[in-house]
């Protein structure tokens, strides 16, 4: 089991140079290896957006250094941060960030179009990941005709698409009622576990996080808390990984 992600002495400003510069993260440094299920969790304003956006490669630290799955995403050109967002990771919104008037099915094919799947191929998977996630008899529906929870399916069969190494969740069950974001974890302990995803799921919810192996909890920017569950108990990752569990 290798690290696929590892940031180092991450820190992360705004405004930087002007009077109201604002610093958000002040300092992270986490690792993260390859088929964990791993939350990080923390209030409002405790800086995980920030830190999700990172890991994401949809931003740069300020200072500090990011590898992911051994790629410095510092030093990455923005068309090889593109090919990294759309190749290594499937990324998974409160929100669903579906295509509007876009059936489910091409919403799944984007992530391959992008990456220059060739047609019959990329309609061929979408249908099968439409199967995964039990959506198949809607692959024709737009999303105006699905309710939250089978957008929320279509979007983790989307980011699934191009086979990426990471699954970034934000907040994936918010906007859902309760056992509709039961199916949804259910859906992400499947990948987890039969295809070995690594998955990162941030939440502000003790009760989701603690389905997962490992909590890191964040708060005023800064890393307070990192445990790994083992058997349902917590131990400290650095114990962890002296006991190589």
Avoid: C
């Avoid at 209030?43 to 500090?64: F, W």
């Avoid at 603690?210 to 808390?225: A, C, K, L, P, Q």
């Amino acid at each position: 089991m290798g690290e696929i992600i590892r940031l180092n002495n991450i820190i992360k400003r705004f405004y930087v140079g002007q009077p109201n510069e604002l610093e958000i993260l002040h300092g992270i440094s986490l690792s993260v290896q390859e088929g964990e299920f791993a939350s990080i969790v923390g209030p409002s304003g405790s800086g995980k957006s920030t830190l999700m956006n990172l890991i994401g490669a949809l931003d740069r630290p300020t200072e500090g250094t990011y590898f992911l799955d051994g790629i410095d995403v510092e030093s990455a050109h923005d068309a090889e941060l593109s090919d990294i967002r759309n190749l290594k990771i499937g990324f998974v919104f409160q929100t669903y960030n579906l295509i509007p008037k876009t059936t489910a099915l091409s919403n799944v094919e984007l992530p391959m179009l992008y990456a220059g799947v060739p047609k019959a191929e990329r309609r061929k998977r979408a249908k099968e990941l439409l199967e995964m996630v039990e959506m198949r008899d809607r692959a024709k529906h737009l999303p105006e005709e699905l309710s939250g929870g089978q957008k929320q399916r279509v979007a983790i069969a989307r980011a699934m698409a191009n086979d990426p190494a990471i699954i970034l969740a934000d907040e994936p069950t918010g906007a859902l009622d309760t056992k509709t974001g039961r199916l949804v974890m259910d859906l992400f302990h499947r990948l987890n576990e039969e295809q070995n995803k690594t998955i990162v799921l941030i939440t502000h919810s003790p009760e989701l996080a603690s389905e997962t192996d490992r909590i890191i909890s964040i708060r005023d920017g800064n890393i307070v808390d990192d445990q790994y569950l083992k058997g349902g108990q917590s131990i400290d990752v650095e114990q962890w990984k002296k006991e190589g569990v």
